[in-house]
């Protein structure tokens, strides 16, 4: 059965994280993604550790499966020419380049429209084109000047990146979003389009429900720990032997709580009757319900908790939130064979789901030139 991009070639420019997550996913449903590096390589190949067993970076080999790639020098005449002709029957190109550096080799929106009129050109970058092209689009940051660490961490403590680069992670789903947009677009127009993306409005839509707080009261939030600003109980709770997550969402939810708790009391408590009383009595109720939850483990709360109706989980670490996935019937680890040495390596699936046309992890990530053969010119040159 065909995968819904079967037949879209992209060039993927790009390097690090938003750029190369933005074309696996397509290439997870069938997009023939070319990865174009220059002679030093994805940064990423030299992150590590970790490594996989078989000595790769880790950070490298979570964003590249299903990819071919070549090696080419800009400053090369012969191998840039072989580039253009790529973009002659390329569909989309995707790159994360500081903005102008590839204008410079005539390998920008504007030069290449002209060669192919259907391209889609999908333009990755830290803060845009205009007055902060300039400025290096790292994922630490945008997190610092997007906002993100200023709402993250402890109350009294300092502002906390969070674990992951999420910036580059939400601008990649940007540009895969923005992709298939101007690709549907062009079934009916019949030309292609720029699709610009970049890290700080894509953190900033992201921040949903704090940065429409901020426009309507005119006051930033600040920094909450793992408590919520418009909802209580939902947050960590200390339990005997570790951490577990109380999320309360209503009153029918905390009633069954402090029924559990044994301090039943408190849904008739003026301080707690409703979520805004108990958003207003938070630290409070926070010391009440921790005073019991002292008493037993994580495990044991998470699961009585959920057993009438309260969501809560203990805190996971990865290892155990991916077993906890598997347990569910999610399926969130899938096994792709090496076409050359039939070795198998282990990946995370992709997270998108289709009945019908869904991901296929056709090959590992690519060493670097793997697939030279499709940039003739520049093996020879």
Not at 213 to 241: C, M, Q, V, W
């Amino acid at each position: 059965m065909s995968q819904p991009l079967e037949g879209i070639r992209v060039l993927d420019l790009s390097r690090i994280l938003a750029g190369p997550l933005c074309t696996m996913t397509l290439a997870d449903f069938g997009a023939e993604v070319i990865k174009i590096e220059s002679p030093a390589g994805d940064e990423t190949r030299s992150w590590k550790p970790p490594v996989t067993t078989q000595g790769i970076s880790t950070y490298y080999w979570s964003v590249n499966r299903n990819k071919q790639a070549v090696v080419a020098d800009f400053a090369n005449q012969n191998q840039l020419r072989a580039i253009v002709d790529l973009v002659t029957e390329a569909d989309v190109l995707v790159e994360n380049f500081r903005p102008g550096v590839l204008a410079k080799f005539g390998l920008d929106y504007q030069s290449l429209s002209q060669i192919n009129p259907r391209l889609i050109y999908c333009s990755i970058s830290g803060f845009g084109d205009t007055a902060g092209a300039n400025l290096p689009g790292f994922d630490l940051l945008v997190q610092a000047v997007g906002g993100l660490m200023s709402i993250t961490g402890e109350p009294q403590g300092t502002p906390s990146k969070v674990g992951v680069a999420l910036v580059d992670v939400l601008a990649a789903q940007n540009a895969v979003s923005g992709i298939l947009l101007a690709l549907r677009e062009r079934d009916s127009s019949g030309s292609g389009q720029l699709v610009n993306i970049n890290l700080l409005t894509s953190l900033l839509a992201g921040l949903t429900n704090q940065s429409s707080s901020t426009l309507a009261t005119g006051k930033s939030p600040e920094r909450l720990g793992n408590a919520h600003p418009s909802i209580a109980p939902y947050e960590t709770f200390a339990a005997r032997d570790g951490v577990v997550v109380i999320a309360v969402g209503n009153d029918r939810q905390f009633a069954a709580l402090v029924e559990k708790l044994q301090i039943p009391e408190l849904a008739a408590d003026p301080r707690f009757r409703d979520n805004s009383a108990r958003v207003a009595h938070r630290e409070q109720l926070k010391k009440l319900i921790e005073v019991v939850t002292l008493g037993e483990s994580a495990e044991y709360w998470a699961k009585s908790l959920m057993d009438v109706g309260v969501p809560a989980g203990k805190v996971n670490t990865v290892g155990e939130a991916i077993e906890f996935a598997d347990e569910l019937g999610l399926n969130p680890v899938i096994t792709i064979e090496d076409q050359t040495t039939g070795e198998q390596t282990t990946q995370i699936a992709s997270p998108i789901g289709l009945s019908r046309t869904g991901a296929q992890y056709r090959s590992i990530p690519p060493e670097h030139g793997a697939d030279q053969h499709l940039l003739p010119i520049a093996s020879n040159a």
